[in-house]
């Protein structure tokens, strides 16, 4: 079963706007990474944020964490046409073992150029 | 340095047959996971391997299996194919030194289709 859940499921927007993307999840959680994946190809791992951090930012990605109400959010400044592709939300947690990733349904951004 | 492989990219079978799906990891990697990604959908966790030894299992049934070789490579097969093992499957590897917070890296996939 997916553990969390992205918020909206698609989202348009024009070039050079802002994108914000929202993942709620269930159980704690150790750490929360955002991937995107481009057409169905592998998923290319964006950002790592950890429970005990509340922002962390990386060029034009901006990543919230807000472990009471247990969500996240990946803000996306001066989008691109390249933004296209679908984002996911994956959280790892003390309960399961290993580096056992559970990922969120993802959302599809679409960038108009 | 390269990253992660795998092998086929496409693939087509058909029901009740066998596939084996194959993975190289990043070098230094010693940890590979198996996700499956149905469409439309996040992947989902099917096998940890760390050192050989599986570490952590998702809710997939007894058709689905994996090892890991010494040169941390590693396979995942499945048996009896069902059309609802349509999927792409990924592979992910990590350094494995810390069993959490680790960053995944993904490979491309392999996309199998069942007829």
């Known amino acids: 079963s997916q553990q969390g859940e992205e918020d909206p499921q698609a989202l348009s927007i024009q070039e050079g706007e802002n994108a914000t993307m929202n993942c709620s999840y269930k159980?704690?959680?150790?750490?929360l990474q955002w991937y995107r994946q481009n057409s169905g190809r592998g998923l290319v791992h964006l950002i790592l944020?950890?429970?005990?951090?509340r922002e962390k930012h990386s060029g034009r990605l901006r990543v919230t964490l807000d472990t009471s109400k247990k969500s996240s959010s990946l803000l996306i400044t001066a989008s691109r046409a390249a933004d296209t592709a679908s984002y996911f939300c994956a959280t790892d947690g003390w309960e399961t073992s290993g580096s056992r990733l559970t990922f969120g349904e993802g959302t599809q951004l679409t960038v108009n150029p | 340095d390269a990253g992660v492989t795998q092998s086929p990219t496409h693939l087509i079978k058909t029901r009740g047959q066998h596939v084996t799906l194959r993975c190289s990891p990043i070098s230094g990697h010693k940890s590979v996971s198996w996700y499956q990604q149905v469409l439309g959908q996040g992947p989902q966790f099917i096998f940890q391997?760390?050192?050989?030894?599986?570490?952590g299992r998702g809710n997939f049934p007894d058709r689905f299996s994996a090892r890991q070789f010494p040169n941390y490579s590693s396979e995942l097969n499945v048996n009896a194919l069902l059309l609802g093992d349509s999927a792409l499957y990924l592979c992910?590897?990590?350094?494995?030194?810390?069993?959490?917070?680790?960053?995944?890296?993904f490979g491309p996939g392999t996309r199998l289709l069942v007829l």
């Open positions: 391997y760390y050192e050989k030894e599986e570490r």
């Open positions: 944020i950890r429970s005990n951090e």
């Open positions: 992910a590897s990590s350094l494995g030194r810390q069993w959490l917070g680790e960053t995944q890296y």
């Open positions: 159980t704690s959680i150790n750490n």
